[in-house]
């Protein structure tokens, strides 16, 4: 047999044959790498989407409960606004009065075609609003930054089915929104037209100032003496039973200290029909008199707070400087205010009030009306000194109530306005949450 000898050409030496097999466990590595840095990349990737979508997500959920806040600050702020919700400028309608007309038949009769709202920034380093307060549909300018609009709906069975309707309630719900390119309303903004869009609700309710409207023209906690002979007392309304006096003690029965003058008659009265006036005076009511002796326990049973509670309230216009009180009140009225209390010593012969907008006037002090003034709403003193001189009479359309005995020693006119004593209700108070009323579904 012959012996095969491998020749030089078809031997490869050690040196030669070094690295095949290195090279072959590089590219595994190389590939495992590559495929484990892919899948890791996507990972990230996804979580980066992720949180961005959440991050988004959560800054118009915040928008929109921030849209809640506003509209509720903006609801129980009575002074009058422009287009952009600011209080610059004359202005004669309040947030509320423009996007809650209210009626004490009705109640609260929401515009539910206007969507006010805001785009907030922070460009200036500090947190900034642009507003805007259309009489309809939205004028709120699209913006990279969130923003939110607010829309206003009535309690009922058909915005809430198997709620009992309240017409003093009103359900408020906020949109809220990223990067949109259109107004942030569910009607007009496509699903792609901003990056992420949230929506929360609840029912806000009327706390009014006065939450038990008085059943007569004239309520005091003590006596009351009648010294001129040219008043006259009117209350035709049945739901008040036609009463007009209603005193704690006597009516023209005991002498009030500090008034003089004999004791004189109304000179015209007018109840209910077939009513003796005689009978809508009512006398000696302990109920009253026992009230009376405490300032706070007087008014909370009409107020339903005490003097400070109802001082401190946002709806309610303080007056402090005794010396131009008169002039303070005019330019609060103006701008919206129609609940005011005041320590000073009122004297005007300027008119209070309308028959549309009736006013509070609480006053720890002491009224004079100079000339004859018309005086349309609610007058609460604890002592009330009425003394009206001019060439016509005065008078005060709506009720007037006094914790003290009462001297009407003016020619005044009381007339029992119960409808204007009802749309105080929405007029002034504040709107409150109903606990548990709150959604995001």
């Given at each position: 047999m012959k012996k095969f000898a491998p020749s030089r050409s078809n031997m490869r030496t050690p040196k030669q044959q070094r690295g095949v097999g290195t090279l072959v466990i590089s590219l595994i590595l190389l590939i495992s790498m590559t495929l484990i840095a892919f899948?890791?990349?996507?990972?990230?990737?996804?979580?980066?989407?992720?949180?961005?979508?959440?991050?988004?997500?959560?800054?118009?959920?915040?928008?929109a409960e921030a849209g809640l806040e506003w509209a509720t600050s903006m609801l129980n702020d009575v002074r009058y606004i422009d287009t952009n919700c600011t209080t610059v400028g004359t202005n004669t309608q309040s947030f509320r009065s423009k996007y809650l007309p209210y009626s004490a038949a009705a109640g609260f009769a929401p515009v539910s075609t206007a969507f006010p709202g805001c785009s907030m920034s922070d460009a200036s380093g500090s947190p900034m609003l642009s507003c805007a307060c259309?009489?309809?549909g939205t004028s709120l300018a699209s913006s990279n930054n969130p923003s939110f609009t607010v829309e206003?709906?009535?309690?009922?069975?058909?915005?809430?089915p198997g709620t009992t309707p309240d017409k003093e309630s009103v359900l408020v719900t906020a949109y809220g929104c990223t990067s949109a390119v259109a107004p942030c309303v569910p009607h007009l903004l496509a699903p792609t037209e901003a990056d992420a869009f949230q929506s929360v609700s609840v029912i806000l309710k009327l706390r009014p100032a006065l939450r038990s409207v008085p059943a007569s023209a004239v309520t005091t906690g003590g006596s009351l003496q009648l010294t001129s002979a040219?008043?006259?007392?009117?209350?035709?309304?049945?739901?008040?039973?036609?009463?007009?006096?209603?005193?704690?003690?006597?009516?023209?029965?005991?002498?009030?200290?500090?008034?003089?003058?004999?004791?004189?008659?109304?000179?015209?009265?007018?109840?209910?029909?077939?009513?003796p006036w005689q009978n809508s005076m009512i006398a000696n009511?302990?109920?009253?008199?026992?009230?009376?002796?405490?300032?706070?326990?007087?008014f909370n049973s009409y107020f339903g707070t005490t003097i400070a509670q109802f001082k401190a309230s946002t709806s309610t216009k303080t007056l402090t400087n005794c010396g131009t009180v008169e002039n303070d009140y005019d330019t609060a009225f103006k701008q919206g205010y129609r609940a005011f209390q005041t320590t000073c010593y009122f004297q005007t012969n300027k008119d209070l009030g309308t028959v549309a907008s009736p006013i509070i006037f609480v006053t720890t002090n002491g009224l004079k009306f100079n000339g004859g003034a018309d005086i349309y709403g609610l007058?609460?003193?604890?002592?009330?000194?009425?003394?009206?001189?001019?060439?016509?009479n005065g008078s005060i359309n709506g009720a007037l109530i006094v914790r003290g005995n009462y001297c009407a020693n003016a020619n005044a006119d009381y007339n029992y306005r119960g409808d204007l004593l009802k749309n105080i209700r929405g007029l002034t108070g504040t709107m409150a949450r109903i606990p548990g009323s709150w959604k995001d579904f």
């Open positions: 899948f890791a990349n996507k990972s990230l990737l996804f979580e980066q989407k992720t949180s961005a979508n959440q991050m988004r997500s959560t800054t118009a959920f915040e928008a259309p009489a309809s206003f709906k009535p309690v009922n069975s058909t915005t809430l040219a008043s006259s007392i009117s209350n035709t309304d049945g739901d008040a039973n036609g009463t007009l006096v209603n005193a704690g003690g006597g009516i023209n029965s005991v002498a009030v200290a500090g008034c003089t003058g004999s004791f004189k008659d109304f000179k015209t009265t007018s109840t209910l029909p077939g009513t009511d302990t109920s009253l008199s026992a009230l009376s002796a405490n300032s706070d326990a007087m007058i609460y003193g604890d002592q009330a000194t009425w003394d009206e001189v001019g060439a016509r």
